[in-house]
Every structure is written in C-alpha cells, then in structure tokens.
T-cell receptor
C-alpha cells in the first residue's frame, strides 16, 4: 500500500478555508485516497474519499492532482469544531480490509 | 440508529485480570474491527471480522481474543491483562462494499495497574 506524508501540524484561521496537504507519490492506479479526522477524545470520523476525480460532500472537498501523487483536503469555512487530527490514508480496492492510520496532521483552528 | 456503541467507557484492571470489551452496531454492517490507540502511536489494528463466524488478526493481536457470533456484536477479550495493554480501544464497523468507510465507536479507556 502506498505511504502517505502529511505535515505534523498546522494552524488555520476560523472562517477561512483550510487546505490540508497529503503526499502519496507511490500511489498505484487502483488505490483510493481516504480522509479521516479525530477530534480529541473521540473516535475517528470518515470524511471523504476519491480515486482521481475531485470529490465534494457536506463536510469537505478533496482535490487530487492529475498525476495522483498528492491531494488536498479542503474545509471550506473552518470552525473551532474542526480542530482535530486529520489522517490521509491510501487503500486499494483489493486491499486487506485494514485501515492503516499514521500520525496524521494536527490541525488547530484559531479564532 | 445508535451507530457503534462500546461499553464500558472506562475500566481499571489489575495485572492478570481478564475482561471483555463490548462492541455493538445496529447498521447491519458485515465488517467490524478493533483498534488500540496509544499516545504518539496512532491507531493500530488488533483484530477484524468480515462477517459472523469469520475473524482475522490485525497488526497487534497478541493478548487479545475475538469472536463474532452475530452480525451486531464483536467483543474483544483480554485474556490476562498487562500494563502494556493500557490504551484507548476503538471499535469500528462498515459495509462490506465500503470497508474503508468505517464508523467508529466512542472508545473504551483501559488502565492496567
């Protein structure tokens, strides 16, 4: 499975868009990019996933570069409740049913 | 729907004691799993199940047993608790066709003295 690289932490301003980067330069053609977040003391929460097209749902947008070697999760209007650790995970369709969580990106939304 | 529920929320054990962490889901999900989370370590998969009667090991299975007699329940048993098992335990479930879109429970915080 492809390895992902995220910054260990970042700050963003409340009310502004938060752009969370993820590098997955070894991703293969049948692997999807998944994003989860974990608010302090809670269980992880699925946010969104994509293969190669940009995706949007009520929580966020996912932008995947054309070469698929990196992606950006966009929180359109960050709120204090978006402060969390965000995980970028790459999994294949025929993977082994396991989600591998790395250390993620600690995002702090600042008032 | 209650989603994924876990009991107890907190537990303190003495070394050598055994106990069962309960996990239940009411979404008729085929896939269920157990993770542990230690400070600075991220989440690590302990055991998982793709359906009733089927279980498999994750990356850190030693010291834990699981069984899946029903679709709804997936208990995690600690056979003889050790201080190294002090952790936060999360249960998760998903549809078989969307196994990586997992719903997580609120967690059980376990301390082994």
């Amino acid at each position: 499975d492809a390895k992902t690289t995220q910054p260990p932490s970042m700050d963003c301003a409340e009310g502004r868009a938060a752009n969370l980067p993820c590098n997955h330069s070894t991703i293969s053609g049948n692997e999807y990019v998944y994003w989860y977040r974990q608010i302090h003391s809670q269980g992880p929460q699925y946010i969104i996933h994509g293969l190669k097209n940009n995706e949007t749902n009520e929580m966020a947008s996912l932008i995947i570069t054309e070469d698929r070697k990196s992606s950006t999760l966009i929180l359109p209007h960050a709120t204090l409740r978006d402060t969390a650790v965000y995980y970028c995970i790459v999994r294949g369709v025929y993977g082994n049913n396991r989600l591998a969580f790395g250390k993620g990106n600690q995002v702090v939304v600042i008032p | 729907n209650a989603g994924v529920t876990q009991t107890p929320k907190f537990q303190v054990l003495k070394t050598g004691q055994s106990m069962t962490l309960q996990c239940a889901q009411d979404m008729n999900h085929e896939y269920m799993s157990w993770y542990r989370q230690d400070p600075g370590m991220g989440l690590r998969l302990i055991h998982y199940s793709v359906g009733a009667g089927i279980t498999d090991q994750g990356e850190v299975p030693n010291g834990y047993n699981v069984s899946r007699s029903t679709t709804e329940d997936f208990p995690l048993r600690l056979l003889s608790a050790a201080p190294s098992q002090t952790s936060v335990y999360f249960c998760a479930s998903s549809r078989q066709g969307a196994v990586y879109e997992q719903f997580f429970g609120p967690g059980t915080r376990l301390t082994v003295l």
